[in-house]
T-cell receptor, first 110, second 114 residues
Framework: DAKTTQPPSMDCAEGRAANLPCNHS???????VYWYRQIHSQGPQYIIH???NNETNEMASLIITEDRKSSTLILPHATLRDTAVYYC???????????FGTGTKLQVIP | NAGVTQTPKFRILKIGQSMTLQCTQD?????MYWYRQDPGMGLKLIYY???????DKGEVPNGYNVSRSTTEDFPLRLELAAPSQTSVYFC?????????????FGQGTRLTVV
């Protein structure tokens, strides 16, 4: 699975959009981009995933560049409850092949 | 559905003691995983299972054992606990190994070995 690179931390004002970047320049054509978040040492929670098209669900939007070398997770109206560590993962096979890195610690500020 | 349930939530062990961390899922998922997370670090895979009766090692299997006698349960056994095993342990499951499948995680077991 492709290695991903994320900034270690970000701040976002409450009510504003939080844009979390992820670099996956070595991603292969059949690898999906996944986003999870971990709130206060709870179990990681699935947010969204995509292959090449942009995706949106009730939690977030995922924008994948045309060359698929990077992506951005967008939380459209960040709330204090969105404060968490966000993990970007690129994978094709099972989770036994995944390395959960240290992610991006998002702090939503009142 | 309860999802993935882990017990206990917290445990303190003395060095050399043994214990079993329980994990059960009610989603009929074939794939199950055990991870550990040390403070400030990402998750590391300990063991995984692709179905009842089949298990395999992950990145950090030493000091642990697993079994998978049923689809629902995937217990993690610690023999001769050591301070290095102080960590938060997460169990997860997924219904297939394909790249488009999400994993569901339990709420974790916080283990301290003293």
């Amino acid at each position: 699975d492709a290695k991903t690179t994320q900034p270690p931390s970000m701040d976002c004002a409450e009510g504003r959009a939080a844009n979390l970047p992820c670099n996956h320049s070595t991603i292969s054509g059949n690898e999906y981009v996944y986003w999870y978040r971990q709130i206060h040492s709870q179990g990681p929670q699935y947010i969204i995933h995509g292959l090449k098209n942009n995706e949106t669900n009730e939690m977030a939007s995922l924008i994948i560049t045309e060359d698929r070398k990077s992506s951005t997770l967008i939380l459209p109206h960040a709330t204090l409850r969105d404060t968490a560590v966000y993990y970007c993962i690129a994978r094709n096979g099972g989770y036994q092949k995944v390395t959960f890195g240290t992610g991006t610690k998002l702090q939503v500020i009142p | 559905n309860a999802g993935v349930t882990q017990t206990p939530k917290f445990r303190i062990l003395k060095i050399g003691q043994s214990m079993t961390l329980q994990c059960t899922q009610d989603m009929n998922h074939n794939y199950m995983y055990w991870y550990r997370q040390d403070p400030g670090m990402g998750l590391k895979l300990i063991y995984y299972s692709v179905g009842a009766g089949i298990t395999d090692k992950g990145e950090v299997p030493n000091g642990y054992n697993v079994s998978r006698s049923t689809t629902e349960d995937f217990p993690l056994r610690l023999e001769l606990a050591a301070p290095s095993q102080t960590s938060v342990y997460f169990c997860a499951s997924s219904y297939t190994d394909r790249g488009r499948t999400e994993a569901f995680f339990g709420q974790g077991t916080r283990l301290t070995v003293v």
